[in-house]
C-alpha cells in the first residue's frame, strides 16, 4: 500500500519520465517539484517504490524509470477519471462532417490518420465486415528515441501485425483496453503499450480502433482522446 507522498512522486515521476525519455533522479524531482521534503527522503522514497516493484533502475543511471506496474498504478488512475465528448472537439466535428458524407464506418481511414496525428502515436483501424485494416502514423512513431533502433523497428512491424490478427478476432469492447507491456494479450510486446476502443454507430458495422506506441506514451492524453472517441463515434446517427 503506497502513501499518499509515494503515489504523489510515483505520478510525478512516470509523467516526467514521459516527457524527457530519460532515468529520473532524486535531484531533478527536488529542483523541480516541491514536496515538502529534503532531497534525501525523496531518494529513499524512489526505493521504497522500487522495492515494491514500481520503478528500477537503469545498470548505467542514477535515475529511475517506471516499471509496468508503475506506468500501471498511473494508468489507473487516469481511467477512474471522467472523460466528456467535447474533449478534441474540432477533431471530432471534422470526422462527423466526413461521415455524413460518406455515411460508412470507411470513414474509419480518416478517423485512423486523425488518431494517429492527435495523438502523435501510431494507429490502427480494422473493419471487421471487410476485414479491412488501415494502419497511419508512421512518421509519429518514427520520431520516438525507442524506434532509433533497426531492431526495435523491425520488432515494431512485427507486433503490429499480431496485434492486427488479434483485432480480428476479438470481442468489440464495449470500454476502453489498456495494456501495458506484458500485459498485451495478443503478442510479446514488453517495450510496446496498446490502448484499444470499439465502436458501432447506429446501424453500422462494427470497428476497431487501437494506438501502439513505446510504454513511455502519454496515456492521460491518449486515454482521454480514444474514451472521447468512443462516446463521440457511438453517438453518430
Known sequence: MLTQRQQTILNILVHEYIKVAEPVSSQL???QYDFGIHRAMIRREMRELASQGYLSQPHTSAG???????????VDAIMREKTNQSYAAEMWEAIQQEYRATKTLKTLHFLTRSVAEASSAFALGYLKSEQMAWREGWEEILREPELKDPDCVNRFIKIL?????????MKTPATIQVYIGEENPFVKADDFSTLIVGFRPAGEQKGVLAIIGPKR?????????MASLSCFINSLQ
Open 29 to 31: 524531482l527536488a529542483e
Open 64 to 74: 529511475k524509470v517506471p516499471t509496468d506496474k508503475g506506468y500501471r498504478f498511473v
Open 161 to 169: 501485425d499480431k496485434i492486427e490478427d488479434g483485432l480480428a478476432e
Open 217 to 225: 506514451m502519454p496515456y492521460e492524453r491518449n486515454i482521454k482522446l
